[in-house]
């Protein structure tokens, strides 16, 4: 299936801005939809986003609908996760995975992830 790898994690104040990238150039997509998740020690995997590269439509966990975007560059085969006005709750190790990209995301529709990127939101 080749690998996909995650980018663009970091240090940011609450309010500020990270834009995650994935690269998938190196990856068979086998799945409709490639997206987000996130874990965060101690606490269960939650799904962020999905975009369903079939019909182009992006779908969100409430928790981060309006501050974040999940974006595609089609000729590089590249996702990015561009999110605003973080928060400390959002902080967490964020991975790249396939996913079914038909509705809010649920932690169980993520198969085949990358090494994820860490974000941290603190002051």
């Known amino acids: 299936q080749g690998r996909l790898v995650e980018s663009g994690g970091g240090l940011v104040q609450p309010g500020g801005s990270l834009r995650l990238s994935c690269d998938a150039s190196?990856?068979?997509?086998?799945?409709?939809?490639l997206g987000w998740f996130r874990q965060a020690p101690g606490k269960e995997r939650e799904g962020v986003s999905c975009?369903?590269?079939?019909?182009?439509?992006?779908f969100y966990a409430d928790s981060v609908k309006g501050r974040f975007t999940i974006s595609r560059d089609k000729a590089k085969n590249t996702f990015y996760l561009q999110m605003d006005n973080l928060k400390s709750e959002d902080t967490a190790v964020y991975y790249c995975?396939?996913?079914?990209?038909?509705?809010?995301?649920?932690?169980?529709?993520?198969?085949?992830w990358g090494q994820g990127t860490q974000v941290t939101v603190s002051s």
């Open positions: 995975a396939t996913c079914w990209g038909v509705s809010t995301p649920t932690p169980n529709e993520y198969d085949a």
């Open positions: 190196s990856f068979t997509l086998e799945s409709p939809g």
């Open positions: 975009f369903n590269y079939n019909d182009d439509k992006a």
